[in-house]
């Protein structure tokens, strides 16, 4: 697949932070990018040079070969073909539906296009967007999901090579975000777009991105599928903050992990080499299971401290000496608050 954006050893200071560290990342014509970190790792930093609203200090913005920015040149963003989508979405009171879309078409790249065309244009956003019987509508007689719905027909109208998003969801309700994720995605289809869309939701991030990028510190952890991200960590943070990993101490012999503190062993399943370097063993919540105490049966030992129903699972906190363990079990097991418990780990579990 042919490139589309490039990213080369990216680094932006602000005074003495470094919110920006090194980053280099290439991103393929049409993919789907998910920038998935928690607040203050940079993602807004890096989405704002893509834009063209700050310049990196060193590296290297390019696309389609064409150079964004190099730390001494920059292209002006209305000569970067991008379509933007923020947290809030900064619509015009006065201006109804249609003309939110239509706005992008008037600027000056875009005097050329022929009037039938902008109207096609037009048309075809509102219509993907399912905006079309709101078209007279002004911001105030819309509800949140169809203001963030003009928002997306407003960036997608003028056709652009990238999209960026930034946290476009974020103001919205639970339900209407699960149904804006697949919105999202249906336009992502039909237009083929490159898309880089920066969250702190890694539930947001696995279910639409054909790859996820994960930062902490400016830096990035891992690049890679959703499933990869999520099956194969390969630090202690993605194990963490993704697959919500529990990280168990102890020490590696060859390919057997002596757990701390318990007379127990696992044997090594798919652990990337991170953690056998670090003696830790990441285990993810449903790779656990609990039974009732029982001193018989070689497990780690722990008390129940927090339950949460969720439906079809239940999730449990079980203290167990110094560590926390969270475990996810079926919604029929009923084990109480107070109990005590041992975990042993499920053999099919892959880390
Ligand atoms: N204009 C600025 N001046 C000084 N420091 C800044 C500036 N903009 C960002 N920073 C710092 O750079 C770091 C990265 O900020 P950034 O906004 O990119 O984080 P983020 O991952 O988008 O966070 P959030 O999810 O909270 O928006 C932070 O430490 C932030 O305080």
Same mark, same amino acid.
């Given at each position: 697949m042919e490139m589309s954006l490039i990213i080369n050893n990216l680094t932006k200071e602000f005074g003495k932070t470094r $919110? /920006?560290?090194?980053i280099s990342v290439e991103i393929n014509n049409g993919e789907f990018i998910a920038i998935l970190g928690p607040s203050g790792c940079g993602k807004t930093t890096l989405l704002r040079i893509i834009a063209g609203f700050l310049e990196p200090t060193n590296g290297v913005v390019k696309m389609d070969g064409r150079i964004y920015s190099d730390g001494e040149a920059s292209l002006p963003i209305e000569d970067r073909n991008l379509g933007m989508v923020f947290q809030? =979405? $900064? @619509?015009?009171?006065?201006?109804?539906v249609r003309e939110h879309i239509e706005f992008p078409l008037k600027s000056k790249r875009n005097k050329a296009v022929a009037e039938d065309i902008k109207k096609d244009l037009v048309n075809k956003a509102m219509e993907s967007t399912g905006l079309k019987k709101l078209a007279y509508r002004l911001p105030g007689e819309l509800s949140g999901g169809q203001r963030q719905r003009v928002a997306l027909a407003r960036a997608i109208v003028s056709k652009p090579d990238i999209l960026l998003m930034d946290e476009? @969801?974020?103001? /919205?309700d639970a339900e209407l975000k699960v149904n804006m994720r697949k919105e999202i995605q249906d336009i992502h289809r039909m237009t083929g777009t490159t898309i880089v869309y920066v969250t702190h939701d890694q539930s947001e991030a696995l279910a639409m991105a054909d790859r996820v990028i994960i930062m902490k510190d400016g830096k990035i952890e891992q690049i890679g599928t959703p499933e990869e991200i999520y099956e &194969?960590? &390969?630090?202690e943070f993605a194990a963490v903050f +993704?697959? &919500?990993?529990?990280?168990i101490k102890g020490e590696w012999k060859d390919d057997i992990f002596y757990l701390r503190n318990y007379d127990v062993t696992y044997k090594r399943c798919d652990v990337d080499r991170y953690f056998i370097e670090k003696n830790l063993y990441p285990i993810r919540p449903e790779g656990l299971e609990i039974i009732k =105490?029982?001193? &018989? +049966?070689k497990g780690i030992q722990g008390t129940i401290i927090n339950k949460q129903y969720n439906g079809r699972e239940i999730h449990y906190t079980v203290q167990c000496k110094e560590d926390n363990y969270i475990v996810y079990t079926e919604a029929n097991k009923c084990i109480e608050l107070g109990e005590k418990v041992t975990l042993i780990k499920k053999e099919e579990t892959i880390n």
């Open positions: $919110a /920006l560290d090194n809030s =979405f $900064a @619509l015009w009171p006065h201006m109804n476009p @969801l974020s103001s /919205l &194969k960590p &390969k630090t +993704v697959s &919500k990993c529990n990280i =105490f029982n001193s &018989k +049966v």
